[in-house]
């Protein structure tokens, strides 16, 4: 029985147009004086606090908690302020899929297992109408490293159904291998779809239990079936 949808968000939920790596180079420009700070950073399936770090690290400045909040404080006022500027939308798929697991008896929880910084998860999530429709989740606050914000997410949501949750009875939804890996690693099952950082061919060899080009090619009752 499924009991708990985790989903992954840039290229998983949404498209921003570029909007969060637009934000990440204002702030490396205006607050660290780098003006080509970003061009080495892989973005795809990584944390804000993981890529913030090698930035630090790359230009010699100091990894510390008050650079850190700096940076943040920072991007999530950039964040704000390019969404607009921006051409995204919500990946094809998403709302129907969405719809159909709240449709379930019993309804498992929905949630989000995620790289960002929870205010820039909520900014963008806010930004399409999606925010709301998340009742828990786990963000890089919370952990560096993905598989751990993924056992985060999976205890905060056992905490809410008040039991503990088995690996099979939960679901991670995302668009990079990074997805895939941090899934396994609490035992859930993976649905990737190609909308975001990878492509089918890419995805395939991580063999995902459910692999799709977008949401809309796949049905709740399938998932269902698998979890």
């Not at 090698?54 to 230009?59: A, I, L, N, S």
């Not at 309804?107 to 910084?117: A, C, F, V, Y």
């Not at 690693?185 to 080009?213: C, F, K, M, N, Y």
Request: hydrophobic share 40%; net charge neutral.
């Amino acid at each position: 029985m499924l009991r708990l949808a985790l989903f992954d968000i840039d290229g998983t939920l949404i498209r921003t147009g570029g909007a969060g790596v637009k934000a990440f180079a204002k702030v490396f420009s205006s607050e660290f004086g780098v003006s080509n700070g970003f061009e080495r950073l892989k973005f795809a399936g990584r944390t804000d606090y993981s890529l913030v770090r090698e930035f630090f690290v790359q230009h010699s400045i100091a990894p510390t908690p008050a650079n850190f909040r700096r940076f943040f404080d920072a991007y999530v006022f950039w964040l704000d302020q390019l969404l607009s500027q921006c051409e995204g939308g919500i990946c094809p798929g998403v709302l129907e899929f969405i719809a159909g697991l709240r449709g379930l008896n019993p309804r498992p929880l929905i949630g989000l297992l995620t790289g960002n910084i929870r205010l820039g998860a909520e900014i963008k999530l806010r930004y399409y109408g999606l925010w709301d429709l998340f009742e828990t989740g786990a963000f890089a606050d919370d952990h560096e490293e993905r598989d751990c914000i993924a056992a985060i997410a999976r205890s905060r949501g056992g905490t809410l159904l008040k039991q503990e949750l088995p690996g099979h009875s939960v679901l991670v939804v995302g668009d990079t291998p990074h997805d895939i890996r941090c899934g396994r690693s609490i035992g859930a099952r993976t649905l990737a779809v190609a909308t975001g950082g990878s492509s089918l061919d890419e995805l395939q060899p991580h063999r995902p239990d459910w692999l799709v080009t977008d949401l809309s090619r796949v049905s709740v009752s399938d998932v269902v079936g698998i979890a």
